[in-house]
């Protein structure tokens, strides 16, 4: 049984909120952030399955949400939603911050804990975290673990979720696209060709920027790291010493947004609305709308009516989206970006479809197919034509 949300417009409304600015108290959530609104036409019966009192969630995140922006954040975002949602108590939610997810020892640590102060849900939220996951899943089967991002499940309690991030990373590009002046654009990317997740991603946003200015370059700078600021804050400066003069990314840090508005140049947030830390750069933000997968998966082991799925879904199910644009764009693509938008969810438009050119003179897909969801997330190991790779 899928783990869908199946209600759009009460999805769409709850991003819409997650436009809000707001504030955060680092491991409890004595008061919600703003931007963490409640839900309660999600809440089920919650017979069944785990009674509410007996409920406890870890979760495990790479960065502290306490910063206010990015990737953890956003998370964290989902999960106060979800306590707000089925009205659980600060006590039955358990967060471990800043454990390096290159660090084995760090990540059997945290879930450890987990284990430790009783979870029965277990909730690893960075790419690195999978492979000890995995191991806890088997040591321990009576705790349902979900991981984000990565591939990896067991069909019994390991189960993996993500969202069709491309969907808006290609809504983004026609932003972007539409508004440099050098046909340079800047991205600092944590990882390599090797991670489907990051080059899909920035093949999508390239994708969209071909298609408003076929003369345009996006300029790639891997850091090889989930979250690095110093990492972050050179590569971003490299792009814009090149001369970008939009700014996008797939790292934890607010830094390419903030430098690009430190130099009078334009950006394309992520993970959350960053018109919060660069009111005067931010042209649109690529968000995540985690609580829709945190409520609806919490509330189905209440009900007893979860069974392990890998959960991947999009801007219909209210998972992934777009900021409103900024003022800084102009009429023109506002309707653009909006028709777009609409063709991709009524599914005219799937961004991954029939042949595409690479940027090293291949080609790859199907003249009339569209590419499945297993190449989308696991063999996405090339880039769009237009993609520059700085060393």
Not at 8 to 29: C, E, N, Q, R
Not at 103 to 110: N, T
Not at 366 to 386: C, E, R
Request: contains cysteine.
């Amino acid at each position: 049984m899928e783990l869908g949300i199946k209600r759009p417009l009460l999805a769409v409304a709850a991003v819409l909120a997650v436009l809000l600015a707001g504030w955060f108290l680092s491991g409890s959530m004595a008061e919600p952030d703003d931007m963490a609104v409640a839900d309660t036409a999600r809440a089920g019966s919650g017979k069944g399955g785990i009674p509410k009192e007996d409920l406890k969630i870890g979760v495990v995140y790479l960065s502290d949400p306490a910063e206010g922006a990015g990737y953890t954040y956003t998370h964290d975002l989902g999960i106060q939603e979800m306590q707000l949602n089925i009205a659980l108590k600060d006590e039955q939610i358990l967060r471990l911050v800043n454990v390096a997810d290159n660090d084995e020892a760090q990540i059997e640590a945290a879930l450890q804990e987990c284990v430790d102060k009783k979870c029965n849900i277990v909730f690893a939220t960075s790419f690195g975290y999978m492979d000890t996951v995995e191991k806890f899943a088997a040591r321990y089967p009576e705790i349902h673990f979900f991981h984000a991002t990565g591939y990896k499940s067991n069909n019994t309690n390991f189960n993996n979720y993500f969202g069709r991030i491309y969907q808006p990373r290609y809504l983004s590009g026609l932003v972007a696209g539409s508004k440099t002046k050098s046909n340079m654009i800047g991205y600092v990317a944590a990882m390599g060709s090797e991670n489907a997740e990051v080059t899909g991603g920035i093949d999508a946003f390239a994708m969209g920027i071909y298609a408003v200015n076929p003369q345009a370059k996006v300029y790639v700078k891997v850091t090889n790291s989930w979250f690095d600021p110093v990492k972050e804050k050179e590569a971003s400066e490299q792009l814009l010493a090149m001369g970008c003069d939009v700014m996008s990314q797939h790292c934890d840090t607010a830094y390419p947004m903030k430098l690009a508005e430190d130099k009078g140049v334009w950006g394309v947030g992520y993970n959350s609305d960053m018109r919060k830390q660069t009111p005067g750069s931010a042209l649109v933000s690529v968000i995540w709308h985690w609580g829709a997968f945190y409520t609806d998966a919490v509330q189905q082991l209440m009900d007893g009516t979860w069974q392990p799925h890998n959960y991947y879904e999009g801007m219909s199910e209210g998972i992934v989206g777009i900021t409103e644009l900024s003022d800084e764009n102009d009429a023109r693509v506002k309707e653009l970006v909006s028709q777009a938008e609409l063709d991709i969810l009524q599914g005219r438009q799937k961004v991954f479809t029939g042949v595409i050119e690479t940027n090293d003179g291949g080609t790859v897909g199907t003249a009339g197919q569209d590419f499945s969801d297993g190449d989308i997330t696991g063999n996405l190991h090339w880039y769009f034509k237009n993609v520059v790779i700085v060393p």
